[in-house]
């Protein structure tokens, strides 16, 4: 047990309502509020459906330099109180918290194997995303795991037809001065309309990178605190016309155990 949360995470969205004793329906909400930054979502049998229909509005338009709509569910929330600027994943300097979080840990480990089965039906101006961030209790406790990142316009055919994206994953710093930058986002052949597992096992200054069980690269160096889990599904208007297919990430397990 995290001194934040539990560590262990077996999550198939199998209920008739989504644990809001784990999960927040709602991207970073103290930059602007619950409400505002909801989530439009719904459960079914093949797990968690995250959407952006046309009419969801835009995300923080006010403060994010750039037309943002995201659905995204987190496994841990937080924030100082209004006025302040302390909360998680700040954009840009200066933000402030606009409604105050309560704190909530539904999984939170420090250290462990994590992994998420997920498919996603995404566009030239859209992707998905799940990835570990730290739960920023100081500042320097911001570090990111990017367990797999996808862009609509990296999907395409290779030369015998089969269908390949750029996978993303690696280590995003942000404020933490112990990391630093270690990204990659490789062409890979896969269908990502499909299921498939995406996973780390992030130990002590080692973090090994998975797709479907296979290994795909690993980094030796490791954020030292409680992270939580995010997923999401996001579109950006000003990048030319809206996808034909609503986007949409369905998850249909996300697991964390320890090693």
Not at 138 to 158: A, H, K, Q
Not at 175 to 180: A, T
Request: hydrophobic share 40%; aromatic share 10%.
């Amino acid at each position: 047990m995290s001194m934040f949360g539990p560590d262990v995470l077996l999550e198939t969205f199998g209920g008739a309502v989504l644990d809001t004793g784990v999960w927040t329906p709602a991207y970073l909400p103290a930059w602007s509020s619950a409400a505002d930054a909801a989530a439009t979502y719904r459960l079914a049998v093949d797990g968690l459906h995250l959407s952006i229909p046309a009419e969801q509005s835009l995300w923080c338009p006010d403060d994010h330099d750039g037309a943002l709509r995201v659905s995204a569910v987190q496994s841990g929330n937080w924030s100082g109180p209004v006025g302040s600027d302390q909360g998680q994943q700040p954009f840009r300097r200066g933000l402030v918290v606009r409604e105050e979080q309560p704190a909530l840990w539904g999984f939170t480990p420090h250290f462990g194997r994590i992994e998420v089965e997920c498919r996603a039906v995404i566009g030239p101006r859209s992707m998905f995303s799940a990835w570990m961030v730290g739960v920023e209790d100081v500042p320097e406790r911001s570090g990111e795991i990017c367990l797999v990142e996808v862009f609509g316009e990296t999907i395409g055919l290779d030369p015998s037809g089969r269908r390949t994206a750029h996978v993303g994953s690696g280590i995003h710093p942000f404020r933490d001065p112990s990391l630093s930058e270690e990204f990659r986002a490789e062409p890979t052949v896969i269908d990502v309309s499909t299921f498939h597992r995406y996973a780390v096992e992030w130990s002590p200054g080692r973090v090994e990178f998975f797709v479907d069980d296979e290994p795909t690269h690993e980094v030796e160096q490791a954020p030292d605190y409680p992270m939580q889990l995010i997923l999401g599904v996001f579109d950006f208007p000003d990048r030319g016309p809206a996808d034909s297919d609503v986007p949409q990430l369905v998850v249909r397990r996300a697991e964390g155990v320890p090693l």
